[in-house]
Nanobody, 115 residues
Framework: QVQLVESGGGLVQPGGSLRLSCAAS????????MGWYRQAPGKERELVAG???????RYLDSVKGRFTISRDNAKKTVYLQMNSLNAEDTAVYYC?????????WGQGTQVTVSS
């Protein structure tokens, strides 16, 4: 059984930073590329960053240079370091495999960027 638990969100001022964590259980982590997705109010969910099991990464254009995805295979955890946050980054952030599997969506973690 696969379970993904996101944490680390919160309220941050523009220009601030947050680090999100996603702890995985089950077999998903070791064989799949993992990613962070986000969904803002009234918008579709989008892939923000992805990382393969070998460590190759890719990013949404709007977060390049500001966000960094990483993974710790031993801890079955994937991270998203977010710097220089702005209001457009406000959303619920989720982790899942890449491509995503609808069975694995967790509760997500809310990120709110506001002064």
């Amino acid at each position: 059984q696969v379970q993904l638990v996101e944490s680390g969100g919160g309220l941050v001022q523009p220009g601030g930073s947050l680090r999100l964590s996603c702890a995985a259980s089950g077999s998903i982590f070791s064989i799949n590329a993992m990613g962070w997705y986000r969904q803002a109010p009234g918008k579709e969910r989008e892939l923000v960053a992805g990382i393969t099991d070998g460590g190759s990464t890719r990013y949404l254009d709007s977060v390049k240079g500001r966000f960094t995805i990483s993974r710790d295979n031993a801890k079955k955890t994937v991270y998203l370091q977010m710097n220089s946050l702005n209001a457009e980054d406000t959303a619920v952030y989720y982790c899942n495999s890449v491509p995503y599997d609808n069975r694995y969506w967790g509760q997500g973690t809310q990120v709110t960027v506001s002064s």
